[in-house]
């Protein structure tokens, strides 16, 4: 089974924190995705890429960055939190069709 | 632009029965792909049942179908025989081929919240 899995379920941190989230996925999949999720407003899309050191903007890529430094691995980057990047965050990755999904990282930014 | 819309933001429905889940979508694409995911309260997202556009006949996966009416744009979720664990949110989604220039980018809708009461 492909697993996908993200470094943390919860997460506190404070207004102007830098913040990483971590996501690892163990099924050579060449596409990562960052999403976060919203009440009312489902899924949007941060960033993906589709290959080592590729990255390419989603819908909201404001306030973030990310990372591909190794195939399994593509990290989120808060530079400096704010309250209003509270918020459901999602990883994904996939091969051609479907998208792996790992269990969410909940960030409460103080 | 494209777009996902699902218009009905909560249902209830009642055990055993069945239930449709509404959902069209927006592309000038010739070639996407659907699809239909569910997150329970415990926030992971499961996929459910996929459709590419150029399939004739409609998906099925267990209790799940895709009702594909594609001159509609429409993709809804029809569970059969709903099921107290069926209680969660569905959220469809659409893979247009040429967003971003990646493979496998999704555009999801809002979500529809689904309750089944026994």
């Known amino acids: 089974d492909v697993k996908v899995t993200q470094s943390s379920r919860y997460l506190v941190k404070r207004t102007g924190e830098k913040v990483f989230l971590e996501c690892v996925q163990d099924m050579d999949h060449e596409n990562m995705f960052w999403y976060r999720q919203d009440p009312g407003l489902g899924l949007r899309l941060i960033y993906f890429s589709y290959d080592v050191k590729m990255k390419e903007k989603g819908d909201i890529p404001e306030g973030y960055s990310v990372s591909r430094e190794k195939k399994e691995r593509f990290s989120l980057i808060l530079e400096s939190a704010s309250t209003n990047q509270t918020s459901m965050y999602l990883c994904a990755s996939s091969f051609r069709s479907e998208q792996f999904f790992g269990p969410g990282t909940r960030l409460t930014v103080l | 632009a494209q777009k996902i819309t699902q218009t009905q933001p909560g249902m209830f429905v009642q055990e055993k029965e069945a239930v449709t889940l509404d959902c069209t979508y927006d592309?000038?694409?010739?070639?996407?792909?659907l699809f239909w995911y569910k997150q329970p309260s415990s926030g992971e997202m499961i996929f459910l049942i996929y459709q590419g556009s150029y399939d004739e006949q409609n998906a099925t996966e267990g209790r799940y179908s895709l009702n594909f009416q594609k001159a509609r744009k429409s993709a809804n979720l029809v569970i059969s025989a709903s099921q107290l664990g069926d209680s969660a949110m569905y959220f469809c989604?659409?893979?247009?081929?040429?967003?971003?220039?990646?493979?496998?980018?999704?555009?999801f809708g809002k979500g529809t919240k689904l309750s089944v009461k026994p």
């Open positions: 989604a659409m893979r247009p081929t040429n967003y971003g220039g990646s493979q496998g980018n999704l555009i």
């Open positions: 592309t000038s694409d010739q070639s996407y792909g």
